[in-house]
């Protein structure tokens, strides 16, 4: 079977073509479509195929331009051309690049297509012919498993069932029977960083050492699939054989007469020891129950997927039954901070380094007994790293390999790596401000200046935050705890203090005065004067000449 690809900016063309012939019939897959050129590469790139069928104007990159770059990558490809009436041109171009004929887009007829699919078979057979046959073992070893993964993948999601899995199997080679089959998600463990070594053909070649490692260390004699769901995750769906041994010394997943945890556990072990030879890369497991038929599989495979998710509570390279894994789930959901936590969390990190670490130690371990969910426990991270921000408003955004550290918390994968992850961002944070000759208090002093400098012009606390670049609240509580004072009262004090200058001399009205500290409201002024001197600005100014005079 020959995988196809149609590509048309037109999704009424698409439509149409791919419903114009039973294209499985006359032998031909249909792996995607794409809009444009560029959806179209790579898309081909996945899949390999052996037909695209493409539209010659299109955005982004056109079908001339498909077919140079993918020929750059696919030796034995073939190209049909969508063309119009007035595109001949442009048709004449792609058959020198390699296009084996074209259609006319407006009189295309069933049986044109057909025509012209009937000699990209014959093609197709000469170039096998001619490369004795290696280029078809891989195509066809590719199309299979391709078709194989989509089979399983529906019957995952639901689309597909048993009987559909059953009357395909030996079209497809499926090498597993009905009765007890047991499936395996494998995860490879910070795939992210692992996946920049790679470009996209290197990382094809790791999912193939993926699978070709598993393929090699499974016992001959087990049947199994092994699907790839993507670079970094794959499935392993088991029959299970007749169990051997003393009936006592069996530890079973759930059925009688099935494969021991034991015997998994060793095949695992081997798997992931394999890996980290070779591959240097470590693997979480999650193991389903026993499902019963291909009807079971689904729910097998939520099964699988949650006790892999589970795993977030345990180190790397760890494997789990889901049977294992609900155990710890007490459905507690409830895991918040109080207010007064969160009051009680500041002060620690903003006064106490070691307090501060010792709240979050205790913290994880709380996360890791009390069977919360893992949302949960996300949610509580992302909370506590927004309350260190609060303190040091000055760390830079971005930190390590140039994410910022709620990007850095995100693709955290397990419990233990969000723990380190904010103790090693609250040393981080620590070591900023001592490195910056204790930032903390130059905003209290920066604050201080532009009150003393500037105490005539309408001055708030959110305007003096603004020019110094820092939060408010964080400005107010450090102010406080520097200068004694809160701003309010300080910029108050400072007002006053001129204010009592200026009216110790004869010739500034007292709404001058006023205007001089900062107060356009001279009733405000003078009453605000009076709380704090004891006196109005005239009683203030008698007093001031007549000591003057004394002397």
């Known amino acids: 079977m020959l995988n196809v690809i149609i590509v048309d900016d037109e999704l009424l063309m698409r439509i149409g073509l791919k419903s114009m012939i039973n294209w499985e019939e006359h032998g031909f897959y249909m792996i995607g479509e794409a809009a444009n050129g560029k959806e179209a590469l790579e898309l081909a790139l996945q899949h390999s195929p052996d037909l695209i069928i493409t539209d010659i104007k299109m955005p982004v990159m056109d079908g001339l331009e498909l077919i140079r770059q993918a020929s750059q990558h696919f030796s034995n490809c073939q190209y049909v051309i969508l063309s119009c009436l007035d595109e001949f041109q442009y048709a004449k171009e792609a058959l020198r690049l390699g296009a084996v004929d074209y259609l006319i887009k407006s009189d295309m007829k069933q049986q044109q297509l057909l025509d012209v699919l009937s000699m990209v078979k014959k093609k197709n057979e000469r170039l096998l012919h001619n490369s004795g046959g290696e280029v078809f073992k891989q195509h066809y070893k590719e199309g299979i498993g391709y078709l194989k993964e989509s089979l399983f993948k529906e019957l995952f999601s639901g689309f597909r069932n048993e009987e559909e899995i059953v009357s395909r199997s030996k079209a497809l080679g499926i090498s597993l029977v009905q009765g007890s089959m047991v499936l395996i998600k494998l995860r490879i463990d910070r795939f992210e960083r692992i996946r920049q070594k790679y470009v996209e053909q290197d990382e094809k070649l790791l999912r193939y050492a993926v699978i070709n490692m598993m393929e090699e260390l499974i016992p001959r004699k087990w049947r199994r699939e092994v699907i790839v769901e993507s670079s970094s995750e794959y499935l392993l769906i088991m029959n299970m054989p007749e169990m051997e041994g003393e009936p006592e010394n069996r530890s079973l997943l759930g059925y009688e007469e099935v494969m021991p945890k034991d015997r998994l556990d060793r095949l695992f072990a081997s798997i992931s020891g394999a890996m980290k030879d070779y591959l240097n890369i470590s693997l979480s497991i999650g193991i389903s129950g026993v499902a019963s038929g291909y009807n079971g599989l689904r729910k097998a495979y939520q099964e699988a997927d949650m006790a892999l998710r589970l795993l977030f509570f345990e180190r790397e390279g760890n494997a789990i039954y889901f049977e294992d894994g609900t155990k710890r789930l007490r459905n507690n959901d409830s895991f918040v901070l109080s207010r007064e936590e969160e009051s009680r969390f500041r002060r620690l990190v903003e006064e106490d380094e070691a307090g501060a670490q010792a709240y979050l130690e205790q913290l994880w371990k709380k996360a890791d007994a009390e069977g919360v969910t893992e949302n949960e426990v996300r949610k509580l991270y992302f909370r506590l790293l927004t309350l260190m921000n609060s303190c040091f408003p000055s760390i830079p955004e971005t930190g390590a390999r140039g994410y910022t550290p709620y990007e850095l918390l ?43 400098n500037h105490y005539a012009e309408d001055l708030s606390l959110q305007s003096v935050a603004n020019q110094i670049n820092v939060n408010p ?79």
């Open 410 to 452: 995100l693709q955290e994968e397990r419990l233990y790596g969000l723990h380190e992850l904010l103790i090693h961002y609250l040393q981080q944070c620590l070591t900023h401000n001592q490195s910056t000759d204790d930032r903390n208090q130059s905003y209290a002093e920066q604050a201080s200046e532009i009150i003393m």
């Open 473 to 551: 609240s964080y400005l107010s509580r450090i102010f406080k705890q520097e200068t004694g004072s809160n701003f309010v009262s300080f910029l108050t004090r400072v007002r006053m203090d001129r204010a009592q200058h200026f009216l110790k001399g004869k010739n500034m009205k007292v709404y001058e005065v006023a205007e001089m500290v900062g107060y356009p409201n001279t009733a405000y002024f003078s009453k605000l004067f009076k709380k704090v001197t004891g006196a109005t600005p005239e009683e203030y100014r008698a007093r001031a000449t007549k000591s003057e005079s004394q002397k």
